[in-house]
């Protein structure tokens, strides 16, 4: 920032990284109610990258900023904010507007995040860590001993949830290629290629009672195979975003045939965008708490500066991370 001036990276069209430019913007005084935060850090995710090529049935009028969290530090405040200071480090859940160096936000959105935390690490809870978090203790209410499958194991989320899993006592069992099985197998699950296995055997041959759980990151193809895995009583739980609003109406007609169909087996759904301020903070604090104390560590495959956001999305989609992909202020890299 210089001249009163900061940048934010914003998508110009539909399209590859490519669409993605840098755009100077003015720096002006936060609103009543506003706080204006310096970005130190911003998880990249999948969905960055499906609301920019447009595969999402409500997107986001072009042009506009990606980036669905951020960390960073309180740098001016409007009227009437009490519950933030400046200089306090703070995290936001967006859905938008986390590639910039700056952003400025509803005060009564933010929550608190200790310094002692590296910045990097702290950005993967906002979003991945989360939903890993609250799909298997507020949706469902996972117990030791009980076994999962991941699908999309080895991702941002796959891996916090596989992180989490083994806190949680979990048996678990992961898709992933080959290239990334050591990873799965060092978080704990049974990895499985999801390209040359048939991993409905491959599971009912080691879990022949099925499984309790199947958490599903990938498309809405997945419910049958996952379905075939569970157990009477098993639930499958599904918190990808579909690609357009004729997916997003199959995927509605689907949850509703499969949890009225007399199995025994029920899906559920998960997404942010159905939660609140208060049960995210309370969650955000436990995972706080457990990355202080050692208990998770990220697996990020790769950091970028904020203004090269564009070459961190190609990264991303290409399908060769593990783990989580960060953008960053320039004095943290």
Known sequence: ?????????????????????????DLRPPAAGEAR???????????????RVGNRPFLAKIPFVPGYAFIGVVDALGDG??????GDRVAALTNFGGYAEYIYWDAVGLVQVPETLDPAEAATLILNYLVAYQVMHRVVAVRPGEKALM??????????????????????????SPAKHGALIELGATPIDYHTDD??????AAAPGGLDYVFNGMGEEYFELGLAVLRRGGVL????GP??????????????????????????GYGTHRGNVAAFADDWAELFALLEAGQIRPIIAQKFPILAAAKANALLESGKVT???????????
């Open 1 to 25: 920032m210089t001249n009163n001036k900061y940048h934010s990276v914003v998508v110009t069209k539909r399209g590859g990284p490519e669409a993605l430019q840098v755009m100077e913007n």
């Open 37 to 51: 935060i310096r970005i130190l850090a911003t998880p990249v995710c999948q969905d960055d990258i499906a609301v």
């Open 81 to 86: 904010v009490t519950n933030v200071a400046v």
């Open 151 to 176: 699908i999309g194991a080895s991702g941002g989320v796959g891996t916090a949830f596989l992180q989490l899993g083994k806190l949680a006592g979990l048996e678990m069992y992961g898709l992933a």
């Open 199 to 204: 991993f409905v055997a491959v599971i009912r």
């Open 237 to 240: 739980v599904h918190y990808g």
């Open 243 to 268: 690609e357009s609003f004729g997916r997003f109406l199959l995927l509605l007609g689907k949850f509703i045939l499969y949890n009225l169909w007399p199995n025994g087996k029920s899906i559920k």
């Open 323 to 333: 783990g989580h992909v960060v953008l960053l202020a320039p004095e943290l890299m």
